[in-house]
């Protein structure tokens, strides 16, 4: 096969698929006979054949993609209009934690926030794919270690985590993240789940650890809209 050929079979498969494919992955195309790193660069000269498009391919933390390039969200806005917010602020700011000062317990969130967090918010950010335990901090009790996945970087467009927007000065506040769900795919949050205030209930047992400053999380409004299966894209 030659290399106008992979470079198609390749395409196809990108555009057809439902999520980021990894080099593995794409080589079980050609029954392993291409090497990763041949693979690697026909996806850079196939990311290049689409530099002037409005569809990108994208090399995420799982994998490759195609989506759509960020000015051309104004134009997909017209064709979904804005919804109401689909994530409370506690959703938010825990998840904005959890990202920027990772790895992090219950207790550093409840610290920054005030207030306790709710193990709702915890467990559906982790059903979601978009939090996972990594560990556990030595400290009495033992509190189970957050961090993000790569689920959650496939699902803002990024390679890595070093590609999140920068914190901004200390004492600043976490607002700005809002902007993160509009980048993210729908969650099924109960929104009556509210926080409860430290004196209001028992702290946890990790909630001694030693606090962690937050910044502003400046997060991007744009979203980068995958092409769905099937989809002909042609000139």
């Not at 400290?139 to 901004?168: E, N």
């Amino acid at each position: 096969m030659n290399t106008h050929e992979a470079k198609r079979v390749l395409e196809t498969a990108l555009i057809c698929a439902s999520q980021a494919l990894s080099v593995a992955e794409l080589r079980r195309l050609f029954d392993d006979t291409i090497a990763a790193d041949t693979v690697r660069t026909l996806l850079e000269e196939l990311r290049a054949d689409w530099q002037s498009r409005g569809v990108e391919l994208a090399q995420l933390a799982r994998g490759w993609r195609f989506q759509s390039r960020a000015d051309m969200q104004p134009f997909l806005d017209r064709l979904y209009p804005e919804k109401p917010q689909k994530y409370s602020r506690a959703v938010l700011e825990t998840l904005a934690i959890i990202a920027y000062r990772q790895p992090v317990t219950r207790g550093d969130i409840e610290e920054i926030r005030g207030v306790v967090v709710s193990t709702q918010i915890i467990r559906q950010l982790e059903d979601r794919g978009w939090v996972e335990v990594i560990g556990h901090r030595e400290a009495p009790g033992r509190p189970a270690l957050l961090a993000t996945t790569q689920q959650f970087l496939d699902d803002l467009g990024l390679k890595a985590l070093d590609m999140l927007p920068p914190l901004g000065e200390r004492g600043e506040t976490l607002s700005s993240f809002d902007g993160l769900q509009q980048r993210l795919p729908e969650l099924d949050l109960v929104e009556q789940a509210q926080d409860i205030a430290p004196s209001q209930t028992q702290p946890p047992p990790d909630s001694e650890a030693a606090p962690v400053v937050p910044g502003n999380a400046q997060a991007s409004t744009f979203s980068h809209r995958s092409v769905p299966p099937g989809a002909l894209l042609s000139d």
